[in-house]
């Protein structure tokens, strides 16, 4: 069965402490993987597409990468305004159904 | 920009009581998607269109109907709420694989 699996729930960080958001996925062939931002009372933003193991893609502070088993969402040296809610996703190949995880709140104190 | 719009942005119902959730997007795509998303459930798609005049059930259906009446438009109709149904429904379209979400319409069913 498709499932995507996002770690931690939740996390609290200081401003300018760097760390990590983890997504772990299995799907039966792997069209790609999305990175999306929500803040509260809003719909999801688009962050990143990665799309085959060993891909990167930064934007700002962000960076995601992917292997076969996981993406990564770096956070380097964070602002109380990268706090958001993180959304990732999966679309298996020949289909149209994305898999979304539950989120990884972050938030990040001044 | 305006992108995808849902209205209304709130909605209180009684139990019994009938809805039609609109949804628009400017950006020409084909395919419109409504997802449902509740606290430690990610969000859960209902009902699917990949072009004007098709539409497919998703992962949760039931209690819901669609009509893609045009290629902007896509709403979602709950013919008689329960308190099951109360959650944030959002609206997404897409293109090349990447979704563009609404702001939602935040719904609690009495």
């Known amino acids: 069965e498709d499932q995507v699996t996002q770690s931690p729930e939740a996390l609290r960080l200081q401003e300018g402490e760097s760390s990590s958001l983890n997504c772990s996925y299995t799907?039966?062939?792997?069209?790609?993987l999305f990175w999306y931002r929500q803040d509260p009372g809003k719909g999801p933003e688009f962050l990143f597409t990665?799309?085959?193991a060993g891909e990167e893609k930064e934007k700002e502070r962000l960076k995601a990468t992917l292997t076969k088993k996981e993406s990564f969402l770096h956070i380097t040296a964070p602002k109380p305004e990268d706090s958001a809610t993180y959304l990732c996703?999966?679309?298996?190949?020949?289909?149209?159904?994305?898999?979304f995880g539950t989120g990884t709140r972050l938030k990040v104190l001044a | 920009n305006a992108g995808v719009t849902q209205t209304p942005k709130f909605q209180v119902l009684k139990t019994g009581q009938s809805m039609t959730l609109q949804c628009a997007q400017d950006?020409?795509?084909?395919?419109m998607y409504w997802y449902r998303q509740d606290p430690g459930m990610g969000l859960r798609l209902i009902y699917y269109?990949?072009?004007?005049?098709?539409?497919d059930k998703g992962e949760v259906p039931n209690g819901y109907n669609v009509s893609r009446l045009n290629k902007r438009e896509f709403s979602l109709r709950l013919e008689s709420a329960a308190p099951s149904q109360t959650s944030v429904y959002f609206c997404?379209?897409?293109?090349?694989?990447?979704?563009?979400f609404g702001n939602g319409t935040r719904l609690t069913v009495t």
């Open positions: 997404a379209s897409s293109e090349e694989g990447l979704l563009h």
């Open positions: 799907v039966s062939g792997l069209r790609g």
């Open positions: 990665l799309y085959s």
């Open positions: 996703a999966v679309q298996a190949a020949g289909t149209y159904k994305y898999i």
């Open positions: 950006m020409n795509h084909n395919s």
């Open positions: 269109s990949a072009s004007e005049g098709t539409t």
